[in-house]
């Protein structure tokens, strides 16, 4: 390719021509170095592990804090990652849980419904509501909203309700959703979103999801399975 390069410049000045031979040999290298990294997925060239590495710690602490709910010590660690590792895995997963993080202690947004399967969720039927975002089609959903089903009754006592939402996405209808219900006997007010928009307000990208709204606010928000009975007392006071 160089030979060829050079034999049709004719006539050009030995200057231009050296000039244009340093470029090359310089393209040449480059294309060397990239050709001796591992290439990632679709030929994507793969992440430094140095810096995945890091990233990786970092995650790991911010994820050991939000588990206690420190979320003051957690968000700097989060902005951390997504500033200087944001390329990397941890660092993608951190835009996801900041997003998470700072919709603590805002105001809620309010119940909106496309339609109910049963009851209706309203903020002002218990003194802390939480909110679950779940789809028929995910298996570890199916998994939550019985037991939270089972949970209920104790829940009630301490003034906490549960409100359910789904888009019926992907392969839901509405007749497997209300078959669902019934089946696992599941007695908490069960919406369908309105265009997405619960889900939405609530920083909802993956699921199961939840939120707990005490006097208007979020005072949490996270994965339905790290509720445990400790968890629930320490964030209700219940």
Request: hydrophobic share 40%; aromatic share 6%; proline share 5%.
């Amino acid at each position: 390719m160089l030979a060829l390069t050079l034999a049709l410049l004719g006539c050009a000045q030995k200057t231009d021509v050296d000039a244009l031979t340093a470029r090359v040999v310089a393209l040449e290298e480059k294309v060397v170095t990239l050709e001796k990294r591992p290439a990632g997925p679709a030929g994507q060239v793969a992440a430094d592990p140095v810096k995945e590495e890091a990233a990786g710690v970092l995650m790991k602490e911010a994820s050991e804090l939000l588990k206690v709910n420190d979320y003051a010590a957690a968000k700097p660690k989060l902005e951390q990652l997504i500033k200087d590792y944001g390329d990397t895995k941890a660092g993608k997963a951190a835009d996801r849980q900041y997003k998470e993080v700072g919709l603590i202690g805002t105001p809620a947004a309010a119940i909106e419904a496309a339609s109910w399967y049963q009851g209706k969720g309203d903020y002002s039927a218990a003194p802390v509501t939480l909110m679950v975002f779940w789809e028929i089609w995910c298996p570890h959903c199916k998994k939550e909203m019985p037991e939270l089903a089972e949970r209920e009754a104790e829940l009630k006592k301490k003034g906490i309700q549960i409100v359910g939402f789904t888009k019926v996405t992907k392969s839901a209808t509405d007749e497997k959703v209300a078959e669902f219900i019934k089946e696992h006997k599941i007695k908490y007010p069960m919406a369908k979103e309105k265009d997405g928009s619960m889900s939405k307000a609530f920083n909802v990208s993956g699921i199961p999801a939840a939120a707990l709204v005490k006097d208007g606010k979020v005072i949490w928000r996270g994965h339905p399975g790290r509720l445990d009975e400790e968890t629930l007392a320490k964030l209700t006071g219940s």
